[in-house]
Structures are given as C-alpha cells and as structure tokens.
C-alpha cells in the first residue's frame, strides 16, 4: 500500500503562485506515474499534470496553459505542483494519485492511490 498526503493548498488572490507538495509513503517503490487532479464544486474530477517515475516525461491538461510545473523528488518521495498566475477558475480540491503500473495515457490512468485532497481557493 501507498499513503498519500498533500499540503501547500490555502487562499489567494488572483495571479498569485501556490506550491503544492504531496508526500508519499509506505511501498513508495512501487509507485509509477505520479498525477494531480482537481475537483470543482459542481463538477466531475479532472486530470491537471502527471509525471514518469524517472521525471523524465509529462503531461499536463491543456488548461494548464504553461502556468502549472510538475516535479518528482524520487529520494523524498515527493511530488510537486508548481502553480502560476492563478485564476479562480483554478478553485478546487486538488488530489494527489499514484499508478502502481506502467500507464499508457496519464489523464486516463488508473490510478490505484490517492491523497484526500488540499484545498486551493483563488479569489478575483
């Protein structure tokens, strides 16, 4: 199993940069692809970034327009979400997700863990 806890969310305003962390824990060398999600009120989860166990590869949702950076730290088993020029339309509660295998389509998945999720509230 893999234990996920994220941090880093919190209220700014618009244009600001929040940095959040995703701590993993327990047989983190199983772990692959690491991703972010989101989930709006009113709406279904979405897919924000991921990234290849070896950081060398990522992906990121087509909303992200260049604001967002992903990163592993595989030695502190730590993943991040580097979010620029925030927007309130990036208000949501943004999960971290592990797949214990080789994915084909980041966005897709499946993911098998996930965090319980860190509030980011943007306001205009």
């Known amino acids: 199993q893999v234990q996920l806890v994220e941090s880093g969310g919190g209220l700014v305003q618009a244009g600001a940069s929040l940095r959040l962390s995703c701590a993993a824990s327990g047989r983190t060398s199983s772990t692959y692809v690491m991703a972010w999600f989101r989930q709006a009120p009113g709406k279904e989860r979405e897919f924000v970034a991921a990234?290849?166990?070896?950081?060398?590869?990522?992906r990121y949702a087509d909303f992200v327009k260049g604001r967002f950076t992903i990163s592993r730290d595989n030695a502190k088993n730590m993943v991040y979400l580097q979010m620029n020029s925030l927007e309130p339309e990036d208000t949501a509660i943004y999960y971290c997700a592990a797949a214990d295998r080789l994915i084909r389509d980041y966005a897709l998945g499946p993911y098998s863990y996930w965090g319980q999720g860190t509030q980011v509230t943007v306001s205009s």
């Open positions: 990234v290849s166990k070896s950081a060398g590869v990522s």
